[in-house]
Nanobody, 122 residues
Framework: QVQVVESGGGLVQAGGSLRLSCAASGLTFSTYYMAWFRQAPGSEREFVAA????????YYAGSVKGRFTISRDNVKNTVYLQMNSLKPEDTAVYYC???????????????WGQGTQVTVSS
């Protein structure tokens, strides 16, 4: 049984930083692309970042490039999202997802976590 569990969300002031973690089990972690999506109230779920299964190639949405960094530890079966210079518009529920290929479409992802709330105050 595949489990994906996010942690690390919270409340932070604009300009601050947060680090999200996502632990996955029940799958061969090193063979999966891992991605972060986010969903703000009244909005669709949107792609934030993804990381290649083995070689660590990374992909970012334009809105977060230069501020967010995705990384992974294939020994700990964990993916991270370091978020710096946070803005109020980054406020959303952040979800971790896993799939065997790269995509920015959330409909393509097989496994999802329950989400973690990130709130950035102005």
């Amino acid at each position: 049984q595949v489990q994906v569990v996010e942690s690390g969300g919270g409340l932070v002031q604009a300009g601050g930083s947060l680090r999200l973690s996502c632990a996955a089990s029940g799958l061969t972690f090193s063979t999966y692309y891992m991605a972060w999506f986010r969903q703000a109230p009244g909005s669709e779920r949107e792609f934030v970042a993804a990381i290649n299964s083995r070689f660590g190639s990374t992909y970012y949405a334009g809105s977060v490039k230069g501020r967010f960094t995705i990384s992974r530890d294939n020994v700990k079966n964990t993916v991270y999202l370091q978020m710096n210079s946070l803005k109020p518009e980054d406020t959303a529920v952040y979800y971790c997802a896993a799939q065997t290929f790269y995509s920015v479409d959330p409909r393509d992802y097989a496994y999802w976590g329950q989400g973690t709330q990130v709130t950035v105050s102005s």
